[in-house]
T-cell receptor, first 114, second 116 residues
């Protein structure tokens, strides 16, 4: 069973601060996704990364896929209260093409205060 | 964008009763749907993979006789929690994939189950 460890598990910061969330595995991902989930809702897809070393930006969010495709990071610049939520990485292992199930990371609960 | 509707949003039931949760893909045909369980502030744990017209594949440790899954059409999968007990109280979420090789999943809004 593949495990995706996220760190930190909890993060409470002030508005305007920067933060980075990490997602690590001992296995190689065929692809990796980041989701954000609010209480009582399903996860919402933020990004999908496929190529080792890939960097994608979504407004104040920067996603990086490790060169070896075993790790990923999510960096948020100038965090806002609206960024509060549970951030989940999710990876597929094995051959690409979507035939594999998605394994979710352990989650990072982010709280951004005024 | 594609929408997955999950119903009900929350349900409270007595211990020993059965509860059915529905997951519908509203504007696409979902050949595969997934059912997850999530405890407060924790990650999603995959329970089973549901393929239209065939038996569901359950993850290790998930009782197939307790969590009955039916995927009778390309737009509907149901999860029935049979003889529910308080320890079954959790947030259940479904997701759907259009086509066999589409990596994008669309998630339902979840069902909060509370068993008294």
């Amino acid at each position: 069973t593949q495990l995706l460890e996220q760190s930190p598990q909890f993060l409470s910061i002030q508005e305007g601060e920067n933060l980075t969330v990490y997602c690590n595995s001992s296995s190689v991902f065929s692809s990796l996704q980041w989701y954000r989930q609010e209480p009582g809702e399903g996860p919402v897809l933020l990004v999908t990364v496929v190529t080792g070393g890939e960097v994608k930006k979504l407004k104040r969010l920067t996603f990086q896929f490790g060169d070896a495709r075993k790790d990923s990071s999510l960096h948020i610049t100038a965090a806002q209260p609206g960024d509060t939520g549970l951030y989940l990485c999710a990876g597929r292992f094995g051959t690409a093409g979507g035939g594999n199930k998605l394994t979710f990371g352990t989650g990072t609960q982010l709280k951004v205060e005024l | 964008g594609a929408v997955v509707s999950q119903h009900p949003s929350w349900v409270i039931c007595k211990s020993g009763t059965s509860v059915k949760i529905e997951c519908r893909s509203l504007d696409f045909q979902a050949t595969t749907m997934f059912w997850y369980r999530q405890f407060p502030k924790q990650s999603l744990m995959l329970m089973a993979t549901s393929n239209e017209g065939s038996k569901a594949t359950y993850e290790q440790g998930v009782e197939k006789d307790k969590f009955l899954i039916n995927h009778a059409s390309l737009t509907l999968s149901t999860l029935t929690v049979t003889s529910a007990h308080p320890e079954d109280s959790s947030f259940y979420i479904c997701s759907a994939r259009e086509g066999a090789y589409n990596e994008k999943l669309f998630f339902g809004s979840g069902t909060q189950l509370s068993v008294l």
